[in-house]
């Protein structure tokens, strides 16, 4: 036992007011006073999408208002059900739902639409082991039939409810079963078959408060065979029932009026007549507050004009989706168009300067080119020099050869006044140039080998210099009017003087030595 179901927390609340309405339900104990704690499970079991709960809450909250005769909305709650039902896979609930819509509607005499919600809970039903409830289902289809004035067909359906009951060994729903089969037999006149299924009937054991229908059914029947003192005594038990419909209460006293009629009874007749008239006018009088016309297709309408609702903003919220999705793209393709074009001037800039450097590099190879045309012209120059002088000296030296001995005093007077000349004049002038324009070539490199060596005669300064521009002995024996013995002699003498070895090349050494003395790179 709960003590204080509040302290409960809110799910186990929940689930603790559905149970306890559904037990009450069973036991016909009155629920019309539950409705708001139903009410209150439903909308939490929607919060949560808990589709089960929520149909079966709302099933239960659809009970209450039936319950308390409040018909219409019953109905309303019926058809939510059925909607929740839709998500799930409870056939029982789905059928559950259809079976009392169904009845709902027979109620109000819409047979086509009772027939419809029955063959639905027929369908959702067969495939599941609650057999109660669509034999029940079978029973109300049955009596659309009947009241639609088709008993061939009411009598198969009502044959296939017979046939579960009796496989489920339901004595009650055998009861129900015949006692419906009796009452369409006493509508066709066949009495004897009515009185037949009906003492079948009476014979099963049923609920007692099932005993009302039954007891009224004999009273009919016996009205239909004239027998109305035993027509009397059965609707004296109806109305001594103490649980009973209040459309048999006036179907009762509208057979106790046409029996006391048939028997003279005119006064006691009207008596009767104005009970009937005054439980019939109450049960329309209802009947046309809890009218169902157009509730079902206001709710299909309402479900309509939510879905849409909800189909309007699933639109709007795909174009604000799609608006921020163009929104993206045009700032990406902003973005990309800005990188782009940082891009292309970035492109444009590295071409410019690829272009500086091509326009540079070109510069620098022509003035390379320059440069090397003027060394090869310096170098040229400097040998051309010292090539003409050697040459000059070759011709004057051949000179003196084969001149017959008449001539030859006079030949070698004047070759030594031309060399006189030469020596006097050209010789001075062709070593200066020399030593200028090879200084200016290889960057003073002949005076720092003067300034570190200040001990060398002229003659050997001379002999070095020719020797680093690769000048043969005996070419330079010509140039210094020496004999090659005589250049070979002074190189050994100048190598011992400055510590150079017997084959040493005074090229490297000069190079050498200014390196280390000096820290200048000079070279020739």
Not at 329 to 343: D, I, N
Not at 356 to 376: D, G, I, T, W, Y
Not at 452 to 473: G, H, R, V, Y
Request: proline residues 2%; aromatic residues 12%; glycine residues 4%.
């Amino acid at each position: 036992t709960i003590v204080d179901p509040d302290a409960l927390p809110r799910a186990q609340r929940m689930h603790y007011h559905l149970l306890l309405i559904q037990a009450k339900d069973k036991c016909n104990k009155d629920i019309c006073d539950d409705t708001t704690i139903v009410a209150e499970a439903r909308d939490y079991y929607l919060q949560k999408k808990n589709w089960e709960q929520a149909a079966l809450a709302e099933f239960c909250y659809a009970r209450a208002f039936d319950c308390c005769n409040d018909k219409r909305a019953a109905l309303k709650a019926y058809l939510r059900a059925e909607k929740y039902a839709e998500h799930t896979k409870d056939n029982i609930r789905k059928g559950m739902v259809q079976n009392n819509i169904g009845w709902l509607y027979y109620q109000q005499d819409e047979y086509e639409k009772s027939k419809q919600h029955y063959y639905k809970a027929i369908s959702y039903l067969a495939t599941t082991a609650n057999y109660k409830y669509r034999i029940v289902s079978l029973q109300g289809l049955s009596g659309c039939f009947v009241l639609m004035g088709r008993n061939d067909s009411a009598f198969y359906y009502y044959d296939k409810a017979l046939a579960i009951a009796v496989t489920a060994g339901d004595t009650a729903m055998q009861s129900s079963c015949l006692h419906d089969m009796s009452v369409t037999y006493q509508q066709r006149g066949n009495f004897i078959e009515a009185k037949k299924y009906l003492e079948k009937a009476v014979a099963l054991k049923s609920p007692k408060d099932y005993k009302a229908p039954l007891y009224f059914s004999y009273a009919r029947l016996f009205r239909a065979q004239q027998q109305y003192d035993s027509a009397v005594v059965y609707v004296q038990k109806v109305l001594a029932m103490p649980k009973r419909d209040t459309s048999i209460d006036a179907a009762a006293y509208y057979l106790l009026s046409t029996i006391a009629a048939s028997r003279g009874e005119h006064a006691q007749a009207l008596g009767y007549y104005k009970k009937y008239v005054q439980i019939e006018a109450k049960i329309k009088a209802a009947a046309k507050e809890q009218s169902f016309a157009g509730i079902e297709e206001k709710l299909e309408l309402a479900v309509m004009q939510q879905a849409n609702q909800q189909l309007h903003i699933e639109k709007l919220r795909i174009i604000i989706f799609a608006l921020v999705a163009i929104v993206v793209a045009l700032l990406m393709a902003v973005w990309t168009y800005r990188k782009y074009a940082q891009h292309k001037v970035r492109l444009v800039g590295v071409e410019k300067r690829i272009s500086e450097l091509k326009s540079v590099a070109h510069a620098l190879e022509n003035e390379a080119k320059e440069r090397e045309q003027q060394v090869k012209d310096k170098e040229m120059t400097i040998k051309s020099i010292l090539q003409q002088r050697l040459d000059l000296i070759k011709k004057i030296g051949l000179l003196g050869e084969n001149i017959p001995d008449s001539k030859k005093k006079e030949v070698v007077a004047l070759l030594d006044q031309v060399n006189s000349l030469f020596d006097h004049t050209a010789e001075k002038d062709l070593w200066n140039v020399y030593y200028r324009i090879a200084d200016e070539f290889y960057g003073g490199f002949f005076t720092a080998i003067r300034t570190q060596c200040p001990d060398l005669s002229a003659t050997e300064f001379k002999i070095i210099c020719l020797d680093i521009l690769d000048f043969s002995n005996k070419e330079i024996a010509l140039f210094l009017h020496i004999s090659p013995h005589t250049v070979a002699t002074d190189k050994t003498q100048v190598r011992r003087k400055l510590q150079i070895g017997e084959w040493g090349s005074f090229k490297v050494f000069f190079e050498e030595k200014l390196a280390e003395t000096t820290g200048q790179n000079l070279r020739v």
